[in-house]
């Protein structure tokens, strides 16, 4: 069955710190992944995507993923957080041919100043 | 509009009661979604429609869940007999295209759900 997984509920970092959030997919055929971030009272919104070629994407925000498929992976990262990262992120992949995309549980990610 | 509007933004039931939930989806939009987001999970599928044409329902959970998008703009979910365990928010999204490849889904800021 097409399941992504999260491996971190929650994450609590410094101001500065570097984030790697985890992301596996499992799916056959053509995957297209992406990173959905919501911030406190607002509503999901794009961070990047994953379709074909390049499998390092950048997104907004200074954000960026590795699609890595020998391990089913598709990881975000970001070399400095800032406390206005603070906001739960959602991995999410579908297959091409079809309509909706499956989410993970998300990530919380906690930034202190 | 500029975004994906959805009403109510809080909803309060009584057990056994019908709600109908409305989404007002980016103008001009194919595709429509419905998802359910219980606390502390990631959003599950519920139902899909492109255009008028619901394509896929496999996500609504029993058959007291129904939705509707009849001119292929605004869309309603609807459900009957409301149970304490379909207290949730419910997200509306839209999109351009007809695929996953479409890209990106635009989020609504969700129905809030409780039912006592």
């Known amino acids: 069955a097409q399941s992504v997984s999260q491996h971190n509920h929650h994450v609590i970092l410094s101001e500065a710190a570097s984030l790697e959030l985890g992301c596996n997919y499992s799916?056959?055929?053509?995957?297209?992944l992406f990173w959905y971030v919501q911030y406190p009272g607002q509503h999901l919104q794009l961070l990047l995507k994953?379709?074909?070629?390049?499998?390092l994407v950048k997104g907004i925000k200074g954000f960026e993923a590795e699609f890595i498929k020998s391990k089913f992976s598709f990881n975000l990262r970001k070399p400095s957080v800032q406390w206005s990262d603070t906001a739960e992120y959602f991995c999410?992949?579908?297959?091409?041919?079809?309509?909706?995309?499956?989410f993970g549980k998300g990530t919380k990610l906690s930034v202190k100043p | 509009g500029a975004g994906v509007s959805q009403s109510p933004r809080y909803k309060v039931a009584k057990r056994g009661q019908d709600v109908a939930l409305r989404c007002d989806p980016i103008?001009?939009?194919?595709?429509l979604f419905w998802y359910q987001q219980a606390l502390g999970q990631g959003p599950e599928f519920l139902t899909y429609?492109?255009?008028?044409?619901?394509?896929?329902k496999s996500g609504l959970p029993s058959d007291r869940f129904f939705a509707e998008r009849p001119e292929g703009s605004v869309s309603t979910l609807k459900i009957q007999r409301t149970q304490q365990e379909d207290s949730a928010v419910y997200l509306c999204?839209?999109?351009?295209?007809?695929?996953?490849?479409?890209?990106?889904?635009?989020f609504g800021e969700g129905s809030r759900l409780t039912v006592l």
């Open positions: 429609f492109q255009n008028e044409a619901q394509l896929d």
């Open positions: 799916y056959g055929g053509t995957v297209n």
């Open positions: 994953y379709f074909s070629g390049d499998p």
């Open positions: 999410a992949g579908g297959v091409g041919s079809q309509g909706n995309l499956i």
């Open positions: 999204a839209s999109s351009l295209g007809g695929t996953v490849r479409r890209g990106e889904l635009f």
């Open positions: 103008s001009g939009h194919v595709s």
